[in-house]
């Protein structure tokens, strides 16, 4: 075997080895019951996504295999085997106008469907109005007024799981604190930007209840693949049940005198609350005459933090995942039994929050030792000359064993 056919032979075996690790990477692309499937839409925004979709990709795909089939026959036609050159002439100009006309009219019959889609997903009949802001790296939710019949008496302010009533239509008012970011949850529409200084909506609707994921879309970032969030959709009773929870006093779970978790309490407000809120959090203190009184403890962020917010701690074991939601605050089991629940039975399940037996208390606890260990943030002492001493994401503030006990047993009663 000369040299160049050894070349020759290894060039195509890798080849081979390249084209089966592409094949292999599209098949693990196509897992039954992905939960982030454009293809299996779970509202009526989705399905005209899906229905769009479908028709370009068959027209695509048509076209495609026409295209590679006629590649395909010229090289085999036209491989040089020795032969003259042919004559060259100046083409043929009923080919050239057909292969002109072709094309317009196939762009023709996707823009019609296009355009009328782009329109149906613009409109603005919704039963509830939630504000939505991106910041690194979580998603912020501030909910008034009333949402699917729900009277939201006060302000509810969440993270990571935008908690919406089902068959209602929801329009989300979407914004940026910082940089830009893109709201997508695949199963129930598209993508919108969240720009600064710029108000984008966006208009979700869910089928039945049941847990609907999605994650940040445009690069954002230090730890922009490390920023999802999840639609949770509850029947409009679960609904308001959720809502009652989130509006409870502080007075309704809090920790009862000497306990950990009222050490935990003091260890947060000492710790955490520079950052961030909970809602109707009070602690001791004095007026202007020296008497003692009850002062609510209030978040400063923008002292502390570039995008001036943090997200709110206020009934945190309501929800299934914090940071971002990028980490679970239930065991796997618990979290795969939530995810799998029949539609009748997610809403009782999601209603119970974070129990003792379904706790996963590991992530929880790394998070409060080191969190850039677990989340990469722009949190370097020696960086924050840049930024006034502001950081972006939360700082590792060197809690001590005893003081991460107690923040758990405290958090593990906000629900």
């Known amino acids: 075997m000369t040299v160049f056919e050894n070349l020759s ?72 085997r020795g032969q003259d050159i042919p004559e060259q002439t100046h ?12 094309p317009a009219i196939i762009l023709v019959v996707v823009a019609v469907p296009t355009v009328s889609a782009v329109f149906e997903l613009d409109k603005k009949d919704n039963d509830c109005i939630i504000n939505v802001t991106g910041q690194q790296w979580w998603w912020e939710y501030d909910y008034s007024g009333t949402c699917g019949g729900v009277e939201i008496t006060e302000p509810i302010v969440t993270s990571g799981e935008l908690v919406i009533p089902a068959g209602t239509p929801v329009l989300l ?17 598209g993508k919108r ?42 029947t409009p009773a679960d609904f308001q049940t959720w809502v009652n929870n989130q509006l409870e006093p502080y007075s309704a779970n809090a920790p009862e005198a000497g306990t950990t978790a009222a050490v935990g309490e003091e260890t947060f407000i000492a710790q955490c609350s520079r950052c961030h809120q909970v809602d109707d959090l009070t602690t ?40 971002g939601w990028t980490f679970d605050l239930l065991t796997e089991e618990c979290r795969d039994r939530l995810w799998n629940a029949p539609p009748d039975e997610f809403g009782a399940l999601y209603l119970q929050g974070v129990t003792p037996e379904c706790f996963d208390e590991t992530n929880l606890r790394e998070w409060l030792r080191n969190p850039p260990a677990m989340k990469p943030m722009y949190t370097d002492p020696n960086n924050l000359a840049a930024s006034d001493g502001k950081t972006r994401g939360m700082p590792n503030l060197n809690l001590t064993q005893d003081q991460i006990d107690q923040l758990v047993a405290y958090l593990l009663e906000r629900k």
């Open 91 to 102: 083409g043929n100009p009923k080919l050239e106008i057909l292969l002109t006309i072709l």
């Open 173 to 189: 008012r979407i914004t940026s604190r910082d940089v830009i970011h893109s709201f997508w949850i695949p199963r129930l529409n």
């Open 193 to 234: 930007d969240a720009v600064p200084g710029r108000l984008h909506t966006l208009r979700l609707e869910a089928d039945q209840p049941g847990m609907y994921t999605g994650q940040c879309t445009e690069f954002c970032g230090l730890s922009h693949a490390r920023m999802r969030q999840a639609a949770v959709a509850l």
């Open 284 to 323: 001791a203190g004095k007026d202007d005459a020296g008497n003692d009184i009850t002062v609510p403890v209030l978040a400063e962020p923008d002292r502390y933090v570039v995008s001036g917010s943090a997200p709110n701690l206020t009934n945190l074991m309501t929800r299934t995942a914090f940071a």
């Open 9 to 80: 032979s290894r060039i195509r075996r890798r080849g081979f080895l390249a084209g089966a690790a592409v094949f292999a990477t599209l098949l693990a692309g196509c897992a039954e019951n992905a939960p982030q499937d454009t293809f299996e839409p779970a509202g009526p925004n989705a399905r005209k996504i899906d229905g769009l979709q479908r028709e370009l990709f068959y027209i695509s795909g048509i076209v495609g295999i026409i295209v590679l089939a006629a590649v395909a026959y010229a090289v085999w036609k036209f491989k040089d």
